[in-house]
């Protein structure tokens, strides 16, 4: 039922991994993994939906002892102009929706990290 968003997302993914590089903009990044992950559709109940990035979640840079480090990552057009350099390290997350591609805060935890200020 739902093999069409998975294939979308592993897709737009795998896109994210190739157009990633030193030198690279993060926005154009976005841009391709947003052109992937909208060429696919679902059908659900009869009805097709297409597959649309959820736009407030971004994949990011990642640093010693800091999962998020800094640099977003967008997964759709426009964005941070920034550009990916030389020994820095990324996680490129992508989310697919049927929906309306964009998910919002009801204000409960949805995953714990260390605060980087803290010290040990």
């Known amino acids: 039922k739902y093999d069409q968003l998975l294939a979308a997302v592993k ?7 190739k157009e990633a590089g030193i ?5 154009d ?3 391709r993994i947003q052109e992937v992950m909208e060429s696919y559709e679902v059908e659900l109940g009869g009805k097709t939906y297409t597959v649309k990035p959820i736009r407030n979640l971004n994949g990011h840079s990642i640093a010693p002892y800091r999962i998020h480090a800094g640099k977003t990552v967008p997964i759709v057009k426009g964005g941070d102009a920034t550009r990916m350099e ?3 390290f990324y996680a490129i997350e992508t989310f697919g929706s ?3 591609g964009v998910v919002h805060d009801d204000m409960e935890c ?3 990290m260390k605060n980087f200020e803290a010290g040990h």
């Open 11 to 17: 897709d737009a993914t795998n896109t994210g991994i």
């Open 98 to 100: 049927t929906g309306k």
């Open 110 to 112: 949805s995953h714990y």
């Open 86 to 88: 030389e020994n820095e």
């Open 23 to 27: 030198d690279v903009r993060l926005c």
């Open 29 to 31: 990044i976005g841009e």
